[in-house]
């Protein structure tokens, strides 16, 4: 029996060539099914999710522990299982910093950081800030500078401004500029933010 067969411009392939090259090509297959088989049972043990894991987070000084589904940003986490509604949702995709927390003395978008990836940091919203009937100085000085109006900013401005003068308690017009330059306030009150957090005083350094 012939072992090949031509065909006007084509290739010219034998029946050996033919099944040996299927062969490769099975087992190739075949190599390649197990290691992703593999893989996925790699990530299915370690991995975590889709359904709702124990997280815990130290808030404002003190425990807390939720259950939530690893992809829970941590505003979420607080606002809606733990009721602490300071830090307010606004853009929801961290450009105008309403939701700002600061977690390890920086300031960060608590709306696009996840609840699970800062456990075991120290975590401070504006919740925290005042002691008891007694605002915290940077507060104070927002209401004292009339430094506010619709309030849907301030917590985030709060937060951040508390971060930058825990890093600098005597700030520059440029170092206050550029620690609040992630924070947006629609409503227009930028002068009177910048003059709170100029006359400020009793920020102990973090």
């Not at 992809?71 to 929801?92: I, P």
């Not at 005597?170 to 629609?186: A, E, F, K, V, Y």
């Amino acid at each position: 029996m012939a072992e090949q067969q031509d065909k006007p411009g084509g290739f010219t392939v034998s029946r050996r060539d033919f099944l040996k090259s299927t062969g490769v090509v099975g087992a190739v297959a075949a190599a390649t099914s197990a290691v992703e088989l593999e893989a996925q049972k790699a990530a299915a043990l370690n991995g975590l999710g889709p359904g709702e894991v124990p997280v815990r987070l130290l808030v404002n000084g003190k425990r807390l522990d939720l259950t939530i589904e690893p992809r829970v940003t941590l505003l979420d986490a607080l606002r809606m299982r733990a009721d602490l509604t300071g830090n307010k949702r606004v853009c929801d995709r961290g450009t105008c910093g309403a939701c700002t927390m600061i977690v390890d003395g920086r300031a960060v978008y608590s709306c696009s950081t996840l609840a699970i990836d800062v456990q075991g940091k120290s975590i401070r919203t504006v919740d925290g800030l005042a002691d008891g009937a007694t605002l915290h100085p940077v507060q104070q000085a927002f209401c004292e500078a009339d430094a506010l109006m619709c309030g849907f900013c301030t917590p985030g401005f709060v937060m951040a401004s508390v971060a930058l003068l825990e890093k600098h308690p005597d700030p520059t017009p440029d170092q206050i500029r550029s620690g609040l330059d992630g924070n947006i306030c629609r409503c227009g009150t930028f002068n009177r933010i910048f003059e709170a957090v100029s006359k400020a005083k009793g920020v102990r350094r973090g």
